[in-house]
């Protein structure tokens, strides 16, 4: 993928070892333990209409290569970020072969596949006794790492690269990055991993830990899209990463808010426009951010709320605003988990219920946010517009969607609002469908439509004209 065919992709992130494993394997997957559960490459290659029945396009699957065998204080290396020999693959996964037959279903399905990829650390079980050899692959000598100190402040950028990650549970020993051996070989590496898997795209984790000059050439030897990993809540810190070092960040400045607007009935809706704002000034392409509720190092959204209309407008803003939308697998199933490793919970206990109401609603995002794009060749790199309407909601222009999102909850009592033809850009007496409840509505002879919030239920409006595939099967 290109910059360009990224806009529009839509990904489901799944944790290989959590995600499908093949029907011969029955252990019980317990969490808290943090070991493997048995998820393979090639049982995800088997339910890949699962994930596009929910109109997701593109997966994100956890880094492939060899980790760190055994068990450690925190467990085993199921999520796949303890690196041993990135020139091996991790062969609780599958094979070589098996990872090729993925890329190769996925593209004969239309779909899309990023692979997340691990460049600022290994790992290691003791910080005191770590030592470089050959099990490193490449990084086998003490040059190619930084000297041991652990991450303590957070505010000191030096510390933030240079210094290590982990505990003295899991050690991260942090790889000298500003050695041309090591940059010249991550460089040749992810050049190579795209060509060997015909991979499309790149998840890169701790792009913060690395210096900014480090990634534009790494970023070039891709070759593809990139979406970084810079865990931080500020606009003018993550900024750069895209302005400077051209890795795309997940919209983490984003998150905060958003989680906050919508996590009870009293939050703070204003918070989320202002940052939308911060967001539009502090970096070069806000429409190239990816968006998420829920990922594998959050709680889940839906650890801590229970009302399924706040659920469902949180849901729906990654889907109806700028950036990519990120689906967490899980979501789709109504899973609950809290801290890391509770959120990474097995889905075959789910059965892959494409019935259920949260795996439709998806659908119904994915439906909306398509038939946007196919309607406007802009919608994707057209910046949108953001303003309160109500006391309990927002109003989200991206032409041709326009949505209406709020915070009222599931037992409010009816409420009236006005979508103006200004911001809508419908001229008078057109016809417009709302993707989730499939109500058609008709503006007035002026272009304004009156709307009524019903149990606090989001509204994702699209003109009837424009609908595409929506409300197709109801
Ligand atoms: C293990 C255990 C956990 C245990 C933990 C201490 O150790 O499994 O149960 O709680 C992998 C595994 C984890 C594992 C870790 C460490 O390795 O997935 O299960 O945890 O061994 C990435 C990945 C992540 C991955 C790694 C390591 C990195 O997405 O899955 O973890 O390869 C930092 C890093 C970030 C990293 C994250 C886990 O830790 O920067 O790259 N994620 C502040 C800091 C952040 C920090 C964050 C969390 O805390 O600024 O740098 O992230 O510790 C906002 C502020 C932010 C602030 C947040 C909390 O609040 O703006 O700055 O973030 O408002
Ligand atoms: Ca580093």
Not at 9 to 32: G, K
Not at 353 to 366: E, G, I, Q, R
Not at 376 to 393: D, E, G, K, P, R
């Amino acid at each position: 993928l290109d910059d360009a065919s990224a806009r529009s992709a839509s990904v489901y992130q799944l944790v290989t070892d959590r995600f499908a494993r093949p029907s011969s394997v029955s252990s019980t997957c317990n969490v808290s333990d943090r070991k493997y559960c048995g998820g393979t490459w090639a049982s995800i290659t088997e339910k890949l209409d699962y994930i596009k029945g929910m109109g997701f396009d593109t997966i994100w699957i956890s880094p492939i290569v060899k980790n760190i065998d055994g068990t450690t204080g925190e467990g085993e290396a199921y999520h796949g970020y303890w690196t041993l020999d990135p020139d091996n693959l991790n062969s609780n996964y599958g094979s070589a072969d098996d990872l090729k037959a993925l890329s190769t279903a996925l593209h004969s399905k239309s779909m899309y596949l990023m692979v997340d990829v691990v460049v600022n650390h290994v790992a290691a079980t003791s910080s005191s006794t770590f030592q470089p050899s050959s099990s490193y692959g490449p990084f086998s000598t003490m040059e190619d790492y930084h000297s041991f100190c652990w991450i303590t402040d957070y505010s000191n950028q030096t510390q933030v690269e240079n210094c290590w990650l982990g505990d003295d549970q899991v050690a991260l020993p942090d790889l000298n990055t500003q050695s041309s051996t090591v940059s010249n070989y991550w460089n040749n590496w992810i050049k190579n991993l795209v060509s060997n898997y015909t991979l499309d795209a790149i998840r890169i984790d701790t792009v913060k830990h690395i210096e900014k000059t480090f990634w534009p050439n790494f970023v070039n030897s891709a070759g593809v899209f990139t979406q970084g990993e810079v865990l931080n809540g500020d606009p003018t810190y993550v900024g750069p990463y895209q302005n400077d070092a051209k890795v795309n960040p997940f919209n983490y400045p984003s998150y905060y808010p958003l989680t906050r607007a919508f996590n009870q009935t009293s939050g703070n809706l204003n918070e989320l426009v202002t940052m939308t704002q911060s967001v539009k000034s502090g970096f070069n392409d806000p429409t190239l951010l990816g968006s998420f509720l829920n990922n594998h190092d959050n709680p889940r959204f839906e650890s801590t709320v229970k009302d399924t209309s706040l659920i469902k407008n949180a849901h729906a803003y990654p889907f109806v605003t700028d950036g990519i939308p990120y689906g967490y697998y899980g979501s789709e199933a109504g899973f609950t988990g809290g801290n890391d490793p509770d959120n990474r919970e097995p889905l075959w206990t789910s059965n892959y219920d494409t019935s259920s109401t949260m795996y439709k609603y998806f659908a119904s995002l994915n439906a909306a946010r398509k038939a946007a794009g196919n309607a406007s060749t802009s919608f994707y790199s057209n910046q949108m517009n953001v303003s309160s309407l109500s006391s309990s909601s927002i109003l989200i222009a991206k032409q041709p969607l326009i949505s209406v999102l709020s915070n009222s909850g599931s037992s409010a009592s009816d409420s009236s609002l006005s979508i103006p033809a200004s911001t809508s850009g419908w001229s008078s007496n057109t016809k417009v469908i709302d993707a989730i409840s499939c109500e058609t509505l008709t503006t007035d002879g002026s272009g304004n439509l009156a709307v009524t919030i019903k149990q606090g239920l989001p509204r994702v409006f699209i003109a009837d004209s424009q609908k595409g595939s929506v409300c197709s099967n109801s």
